[in-house]
Structure formats: structure tokens, C-alpha cells
């Protein structure tokens, strides 16, 4: 344990919020997870330490729901904090942790140990979800730049796929998972997996923030019983190099959002909160700052943005998709368009 992660002691904050007044979502399970997370990924940036700390500092103002991913090489600090968090008085069953198969293990002798390495590592004997982080099985270094390759990259294979889903099956039926799910989907890939699939997914984590909406997604997600977890909910303006082009547009500078965040006399990252809770995905914000982590989770529990606002943020949606994912393209002279099935089918080889 580092001396960090371990002086970092889990105590009720006077000026947090009552995790019971926290809104939910429910799966199609009956489970219900809180309509809040803090992200955990650092940017490649920021130390573990520091993000572990932030999980203490998050549950003791009142977050119970944090979105872990192996590949994000923290979890092992981060378990130390989960340790802290029950020891310090949070029932188990009140969080909701959810841990991501990374793009290596997609094979089906990887899966299981991937997990159960997940699982040890956030010193944890059961997972409540756990996803299989991108469709596509494309390891890529730690830190790369937006060229990085892999030799080995392949497109989706929906066969491949299904194996994969068949180990995520295994572990609900072994009962170290409760819920299992998706992350950067489309609709061609969600279609296939619904009709193959023993278990369907309980969540799908996207990209969504105001200047990225995905609607039709979205409405997929959700009629089809599926529970839309959005990541980099407020624009990511941390995010990596790689994952930054000139063309991207920035949400927390949008006139309208700046507006709303100026009558309620917030951050405008408050109101890409706000407003995603409201419209009913689950955001996750990262942050390790307790002010902006603590405002993030007043502004589920205060008054909602006015159905004026609502339709005010409803129209600067931009299409800007941020992780756009070049990294995980298999073959020379492809574009990042490739990976997200913009004609409505599957890019094949
Ligand atoms: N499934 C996937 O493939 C995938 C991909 C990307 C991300 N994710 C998950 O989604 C999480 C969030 O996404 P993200 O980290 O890309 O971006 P994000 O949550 O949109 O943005 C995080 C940045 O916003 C700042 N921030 C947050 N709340 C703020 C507030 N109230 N006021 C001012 N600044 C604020 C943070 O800075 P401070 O720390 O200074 O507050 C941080 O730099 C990740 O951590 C990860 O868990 C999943």
C-alpha cells in the first residue's frame, strides 16, 4: 500500500451529500446504480495516487459508484481506497464498482484471469459490472501517440466477439459479476449482440456530453432495456494528445452552456452534469479536485436546469466525438470513421 492511499481514511463529510438523496438508475435486473460515478482514468497524466485519494475524498462527500478499468493502471491504489471506504462504515452492497476487460485479454483463455486480476487488484470479491472495454482486441501502449499501431490489430469479428461475451457470461454464472456490459458500441454491433447474446448487456458506456449527443444511440440503448453510462461528460479537456484534433469543439465554452452555468453561478462543467443526469445517462466525471467533485454531485441532488435549458443544450449537439480511437485501426489508410460504423454496417476487413 502507498503511504498515500493509505493515509487516505474514509470519514463522513459534514459537507457532502447524503448518498440516499443521490438519484438511480435501474438495470433491467432490478439492480439500481447511482446516476453519478467518478471516473478514474488520469489522462495518463495524473499519478494514481493522487486518483486514489480522490476515490477516498469522492465516497466520503457521498459518491458511490466509481468506473475502474485495468488499463487505466490504478486499480491496485484504488483497492486500497475501496478497502478504506467499507472499512470505514460503506456497506459493500451501497457502491457500485465497475472494472473493464482491456483490449489484449479479449481471448477466451485471457478473460477470466483478466478479471480476476481486476478483482484482486480492487480487493473486492464480486464486481457489480463489468465491460468489455472496445470492441476491437487492439492492444495499444501505455501513453502512445495518435500513430501508434499494434501489428496485430483486427477489425471487429462478431464471432471473436461472442466468445469474449460467453467468458463475461461465465463469470455472472460463477457470481463474481453482477452485470455485464458494453463500451464504445454502435448500433450495428449492439444489434448482433442482442440476437446472439445469452445474457444481454445491463449498461453501455459512450462518449455523450452536450456537443456530443448521440441520439440515436442512445435511443437504441435505451429502448432496448440498456443502461447509457456517459463517459467524458464534461469534454474531457484533460484528455490525451492523442486523443485531440483541431476540429474538436469545446463544451464547457459553449455560449449556452456558460449561460446557464452563469444564473445558477457554477462551473459550466456543473451544468454538462446536470443536464446529462437529466436526460437520463449516467455521467461519470473525473476529477481529483474535491471542490469540482463535490459540485459535480451537488448538481444531481439540486433544482433540475429548466425544460427551456434542456432544449437550449438539446440543439448545440456538434456530432464532435472526441475519443475517437485511431489507435485501434487495423489497417493502413484508415481514418477513425472506420471504427464507428458511420453507414450503418459493421466495417468489414
Ligand atoms: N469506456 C471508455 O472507453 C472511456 C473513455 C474515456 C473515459 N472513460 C471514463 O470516463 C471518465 C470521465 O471521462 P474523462 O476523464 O475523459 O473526462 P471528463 O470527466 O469529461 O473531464 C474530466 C476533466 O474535467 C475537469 N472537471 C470535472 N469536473 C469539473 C468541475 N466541476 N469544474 C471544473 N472542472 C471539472 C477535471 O479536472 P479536475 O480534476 O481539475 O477537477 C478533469 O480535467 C474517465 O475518467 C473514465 O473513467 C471511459
Known amino acids: 500500500m502507498t503511504a498515500l492511499a493509505s493515509t487516505q481514511l474514509f470519514s463522513y463529510a ?23 460515478g467518478l471516473g478514474t482514468f488520469g489522462s495518463d497524466r495524473i499519478a494514481g495516487e493522487q486518483i486514489a485519494a480522490a476515490v477516498v475524498g469522492a465516497a466520503s462527500v457521498g459518491y458511490r459508484h466509481f468506473d475502474c478499468a485495468a488499463v487505466y493502471g490504478n486499480e491496485q491504489l484504488i483497492g486500497n481506497s475501496l478497502r478504506n471506504i467499507v472499512e470505514g462504515g460503506v456497506p459493500r452492497e451501497e457502491l457500485w464498482i465497475t472494472s473493464k476487460l482491456w483490449n489484449d485479454k479479449h481471448a477466451e483463455e485471457d478473460v477470466i484471469p483478466a478479471f480476476e ?43 471473436n466477439f461472442m466468445k469474449t461475451w460467453r467468458k463475461l457470461e461465465e463469470l455472472l454464472a ?10 464504445n458500441m454502435t448500433i450495428p454491433k449492439l444489434r448482433l ?23 440515436e444511440l442512445l435511443q437504441f440503448v435505451l429502448e432496448n432495456g440498456i443502461v447509457p453510462i456517459g463517459f467524458s461528460p464534461v469534454g474531457s479537456p484533460a484528455r490525451p494528445d492523442r486523443d485531440r484534433t483541431v476540429s474538436d469543439t469545446v463544451d464547457i465554452e459553449d455560449p449556452v452552456i456558460v449561460k ?64 475517437k480511437g485511431d489507435v485501434f485501426l487495423w489497417k493502413e489508410n484508415q481514418t477513425w470513421e472506420d471504427l464507428w460504423d458511420l453507414k450503418g454496417e459493421i466495417t468489414t476487413p
Open 117 to 159: 486480476k481486476s478483482l484482486q487488484d480492487l480487493r473486492l470479491d464480486y464486481l457489480d459490472l463489468y465491460l468489455i472495454h472496445w470492441p476491437f482486441p487492439n492492444y495499444h501502449a501505455p501513453g502512445c501517440d495518435v500513430t501508434s499501431r499494434s501489428p496485430d490489430a483486427k477489425p471487429y469479428i462478431h464471432e
Open 14 to 36: 459534514p459537507d457532502g451529500v447524503d448518498p440516499k438523496k443521490v438519484p438511480h438508475k435501474t438495470t433491467y435486473t432490478g439492480a439500481k446504480i447511482p446516476a453519478i
Open 174 to 183: 460463477m457470481g463474481l459479476v453482477r452485470h455485464i456490459g458494453t463500451s
Open 193 to 215: 449482440l442482442l440476437r446472439d447474446a445469452r445474457t444481454k448487456p445491463a449498461c453501455n458506456e459512450m462518449e455523450l456530453h452536450p456537443h456530443f449527443q448521440q441520439p
Open 260 to 323: 446557464i452555468a452563469e444564473r445558477l453561478n457554477v462551473h459550466p462543467a456543473v451544468i454538462c452534469i446536470k443536464w446529462a443526469v437529466q436526460r437520463g445517462q449516467i455521467p461519470i466525471p473525473f476529477s481529483i479536485n474535491r471542490r469540482n467533485y463535490l459540485s459535480n454531485l451537488r448538481a444531481v441532488t439540486t433544482d433540475p436546469l429548466t425544460e427551456q435549458e434542456m432544449d437550449a443544450i438539446a440543439r448545440i449537439d456538434r456530432n464532435c466525438r472526441l475519443i
